[in-house]
C-alpha cells in the first residue's frame, strides 16, 4: 500500500480547536487525516475511493451532521461514519444509527475509545474493499464462460462426475472432460473445492449470476 494509499480520516468538525486536537491525536497511530470546517465543502471534495473512515459532528452551521451522513449513503459512500456529539440524545443516538452511522460517541470523546473505533472501522473497510473487489473478479470471470461451460459448471456443482454429466447432456466423457479443463483454466480455480466455494452460489444465481 502506497503512502497515498493508506488509509486515510476524514474529519468535519466547524470547531477549529477540535480539529487540531483530534488530527493531532489521530496522527499518534499513524493514520492520515483530512480535516474539515464546512460540511459542504466535504462533501463536494471527499474522495469516495479511499480506505479509511469518517468522523462527523453531529451538530455543525447550516447543514448538520446527520443530513450530512444521510447524503453520503445515498451517494454510495462506503467507508464507516463515525458520529461526535456534545449534545447526545437516545433520539437523535438512534437516528444516527437508523442512518447508517457505524459508531456514535459523545464528546468531549474519549481518547483511547476514539482510536480504537477508528483502527477497527478502518479495518473492517479494508476488509469491506477486498470483499468487492474478489467479488467483481470471480463474476467478470464467470462471465468468460460459455452456455455449455456454464451448464457442465453447474454438474459439477452437483457433484456428479463426466460421466454423468456427458449422459445429462448427451455428450462424451472425453468432451466434457475439455469442457471442465476450460472453465478451469477460465476461471483460474487451482481446486474443484475453491471452484465450488467460489463459483457455486453464481451457478444458483442463473446464467448470468446476477443474484450474487
Not at 476450460?182 to 452460489?201: D, G, M, N, V
Amino acid at each position: 500500500m502506497t503512502p497515498d494509499q493508506s488509509p486515510v480520516i476524514q474529519l468535519v468538525d466547524d470547531d477549529a480547536a477540535v480539529r487540531q486536537a483530534l488530527t493531532l491525536l489521530i496522527g499518534t497511530i499513524g493514520l492520515r487525516v483530512q480535516a474539515w470546517s464546512d460540511p459542504t465543502d466535504f462533501l463536494a471534495g471527499m474522495d469516495h475511493a479511499a480506505i479509511g473512515a469518517i468522523v462527523l459532528d453531529v451538530r455543525m452551521p447550516g447543514i448538520g451532521g446527520l443530513s450530512v451522513l444521510e447524503q453520503l449513503l445515498a451517494n454510495g459512500v462506503d467507508q464507516p461514519v463515525i458520529m461526535l456529539t456534545g449534545h447526545g440524545t437516545v433520539d437523535m443516538c438512534r437516528r444516527a444509527f437508523k442512518a447508517g452511522a457505524a459508531e456514535f460517541l459523545e464528546k468531549p470523546v474519549d481518547d483511547e475509545l476514539l482510536l480504537e473505533t477508528l483502527q477497527h472501522a478502518v479495518r473492517q473497510h479494508v476488509r469491506t474493499r477486498e470483499r468487492r473487489q474478489a467479488d467483481r473478479v470471480t463474476r467478470e470471470r464467470f462471465a468468460q464462460l460459455s452456455g455449455r461451460e456454464r451448464e457442465v459448471l453447474a454438474f459439477i456443482v452437483e457433484g456428479l462426475t463426466n460421466k454423468q454429466i456427458g449422459r445429462a447432456l448427451g455428450l462424451s466423457p472425453r468432451t466434457v472432460e475439455a469442457h471442465r479443463a476450460h472453465l478451469f483454466e477460465k476461471l483460474q480455480a487451482p481446486s474443484l473445492a475453491q471452484l465450488i466455494r467460489q463459483y457455486a452460489a453464481l451457478v444458483d444465481a442463473g446464467p448470468g449470476g446476477a443474484a450474487a
